[in-house]
């Protein structure tokens, strides 16, 4: 018999592909080391930087300020509306009564020197509120934007629901007033009357009751229309009318 050549298959090839990483070593208990890596990369949140003490303290200081201002102007406000419901208060009533003119005169230098004696009539309408009238008063006449004269109201103090009618003199010097006279006279011969401007600035303090407060300013503002300003003559007053502002 003819023998068959016998085949033997062939053996695996020793060269296995060796893995770089062991397999035992590839994976740890928690999973695998190249994985856990990049969590640990992509995860990776800055630590920010520590907050500034003072800054904290700054800013609770401005808090505590506001919150005090905030309780200033309450306390304040409130103060105020019991005193207007208690106390009820009223401005107080200006007038001018009387103007006479004392001198009136165009010197050779061309000065204007004048005087004036005025009579003001200040009413206090208030029950329970008086007024102290302080040093330091101002009062001027002016024709336009020109001053004539100047003076001062005397310190006194009004009671309740009082009327007090003040006498007050002044007087002024006006340099180069040749053109002044000029526009007065044509003025007068014009309209019939010439109109003069009275300021008054008072400071003056507050009584409630018992309580006196601070010091304010009255501010009055007077219009006023005279027929002619003929020295050492009273001059007729046609019409006049007085505004009334407290500055504090």
């Not at 018999?1 to 740890?28: D, F, G, N, Q, Y």
């Not at 019991?82 to 007038?95: A, E």
């Not at 004392?102 to 004036?116: E, G, I, P, V, Y």
């Not at 300013?217 to 007077?222: E, N």
Request: net charge positive; glycine share 6%.
């Amino acid at each position: 018999m003819s023998r068959h050549p016998k085949i033997h298959p062939e053996a695996p090839s020793a060269r296995a592909s060796a893995p770089l990483v062991p397999r035992a070593a590839s994976r740890s208990e928690q999973g695998d080391p190249a994985k856990d890596v990049l969590t640990q990369r992509s995860t990776y949140v800055p630590l920010a930087p520590p907050r500034k003490r003072g800054r904290s303290c700054c800013c609770r200081c401005v808090c505590y300020t506001l919150c005090l201002l905030l309780l200033l102007v309450v306390a304040v406000g409130a103060t105020i509306g019991i005193l207007y419901l208690v106390f009820k208060p009223k401005l107080p009533d200006y007038s001018i009564d009387r103007l006479q003119l004392t001198q009136f005169a165009l010197n050779q230098d061309s000065s204007l020197s004048t005087a004036f004696n005025v009579t003001i009539t200040a009413k206090n309408p208030n029950e329970k509120i008086g007024i102290y009238y302080e040093d330091g008063s101002k009062i001027t006449v002016w024709y336009n934007e020109t001053k004539l004269s100047e003076g001062s109201l005397p310190k006194f103090y009004q009671g309740h629901e009082n009327t007090t009618v003040i006498d007050v003199e002044m007087s002024g010097q006006t340099q180069d007033a040749a053109g002044i006279m000029t526009t007065l006279e044509e003025q007068q011969q014009t309209t019939g009357n010439i109109p003069l401007r009275l300021r008054v600035d008072q400071p003056v303090r507050i009584k409630f009751g018992k309580l006196k407060l601070m010091e304010v300013r009255f501010l009055v503002r007077c219009g006023v229309f005279v027929d002619s300003l003929a020295p050492n003559n009273v001059i007729k007053i046609q019409s006049s009318s007085c505004k009334f502002r407290l500055r504090l």
